[in-house]
């Protein structure tokens, strides 16, 4: 009974390089959404997709960062020319939320996130 | 502009004790608030959740009350264990379906005394 499985748990990054972060949901969800916990804070949304969607990415900072969720395979949260302030948590979450009934949407399975840190 | 505030960092109790953790939001468009259970290097998990049509939802130990006018809400643990050790945080929604944008808190970190 896997829960949200996210890898690595720790990335360590130079600045400049890339960061793929990986999620994969809990069996029978459909619908990922990542997070992002810099020191101190609480989580922060930044995107929420569907398989092979983008549903809202108001959280998602305009550049370098990009999100995919493919019909195959996990969801990658990828960060280009990562800066130190990239440096946090980044939890993924998925729901069983189906069509426009969202009931227990708001019950998302989060993952043990990926630590990112960059040097 | 924190839409949601925890304002005590850290709170500790004897066990056995009720532990209070408080919630203040600012946004009146919130109808759906959370709380969430996070231990070290784990993700958060679900605790308990309660629509703006209620004023208290209860579930076992745990009780969260509303008070809509005053935009506040707290987590009542009853009576704490140290296994209830942990970082909690509060989450709101701007709607019931929204989508899994929750706006959350910082945290209170509860530590249990044995």
């Known amino acids: 009974n896997a829960g949200v499985m996210q890898n690595p748990r720790h990335l360590v990054r130079r600045r400049g390089q890339e960061a793929r972060l990986r999620c994969s949901p809990m069996k029978g969800h459909s619908h990922v959404y990542w997070y992002r916990q810099l020191p101190e804070e609480g989580l922060k949304f930044m995107v929420y997709l569907q398989k092979e969607n983008i549903i809202d990415e108001s959280g998602m900072p305009k550049e370098r960062f990009s999100a995919e969720f493919p019909k195959e395979g996990p969801s990658i949260l990828r960060i280009q020319q990562v800066v130190r302030g990239d440096s946090a948590a980044y939890f993924c979450a998925s729901s069983p939320m189906t069509g426009a009934r969202m009931a227990t949407n708001e019950k998302l399975f989060f993952g043990s996130g990926t630590q990112l840190s960059v040097l | 502009d924190q839409q949601v505030k925890q304002n005590s960092p850290s709170l500790s109790v004897q066990e056995g004790r009720i532990s209070i953790l408080n919630c203040d939001y600012t946004?009146?468009?919130?109808?759906?608030f959370l709380w969430y259970k996070k231990y070290p290097a784990e993700g958060p998990t679900f605790l308990i959740s309660?629509?703006?049509?209620?004023d208290k939802n209860e579930d076992g130990r745990f009780t969260v009350f509303l008070n809509k006018s005053a935009k506040h809400l707290s987590l009542h643990i009853v009576p704490s264990q140290p296994g209830d050790s942990a970082v909690y945080f509060c989450a709101a929604s701007r709607k019931r379906g929204s989508q899994g944008n929750l706006i959350f808190g910082k945290g209170t970190k509860l530590s249990v005394k044995p």
């Open positions: 309660i629509s703006s049509i209620k």
């Open positions: 946004n009146s468009m919130f109808d759906y």
